[in-house]
């Protein structure tokens, strides 16, 4: 059986973007950015809601060209490009790069995924890891909480029928006060 993980770059006040969608706040140092393409790197399959494939999408199939990119940058452009992903969407209808779209129920998809072998998958898009955290699905939370409130905006957590008990395995700090946070689901 497969591993969901849901990690996400987050305020001190649990917003995954500010009011807008405004994510300026989350600008990763050097040392943060490789941990999370280290991450990236160990996923076999990306699950993406609409919203975050768009923005990945924009940006991470030439991010590896772009004139200023660094090492990392490059290694995470081309990472990307070759992790299957798969993008649960009922709005679109063509998606890229090694990736296959889902426009059906999407909590029967990932508890199919799930069931398979496989290396760890992740998932993100707050509507799409909302719907998997409300059906129990996630076995791993990871929490890169930049030091900053921005009063509200898409929250990293939904509302739940009932608690979700974790235990934390991990805690690390980088550079300008974020610190990272992995919780595994007490199941």
């Known amino acids: 059986m497969r591993k969901l993980i849901y990690a996400m770059n987050l305020t001190l006040d649990g917003y995954i973007a500010a009011a807008g969608d405004d994510i300026g706040w989350s600008a990763p140092s050097d ?26 999408s924009s940006y991470w199939p030439t991010g590896d060209q772009q004139p200023n990119a660094t090492a990392a940058e490059i290694e995470f452009a081309r990472n990307w490009r070759e992790t299957p992903k798969v993008v649960f969407s009922s709005t679109i209808d063509k ?11 999407a909590i029967a998809e990932i ?29 791993e939370y990871v929490l ?7 009063g509200g905006g898409t929250p990293f957590f939904t509302s739940l029928d009932a608690w979700v008990n974790l ?10 006060g974020v610190v990272v946070t992995r919780y595994q689901t007490r199941r």
């Open 167 to 176: 235990d934390l395995v991990e805690t690390r700090m980088f550079p300008a």
């Open 111 to 139: 508890t199919r995924l799930k069931a398979e072998d496989g290396s760890p998958m992740t998932i993100g898009g707050a509507t799409l890891a909302k719907a998997a955290m409300r059906a129990g699905l996630i076995d």
């Open 144 to 150: 890169a909480t930049h030091p900053v409130l921005v």
């Open 31 to 56: 040392e943060l950015f490789q941990w999370w393409l280290d991450q990236e790197q160990a996923s076999g399959l990306s699950l993406y809601g609409r919203k975050l494939w768009e923005t990945m």
């Open 95 to 105: 998606v890229d790069w090694n990736t296959r779209l889902v426009t059906g129920d």
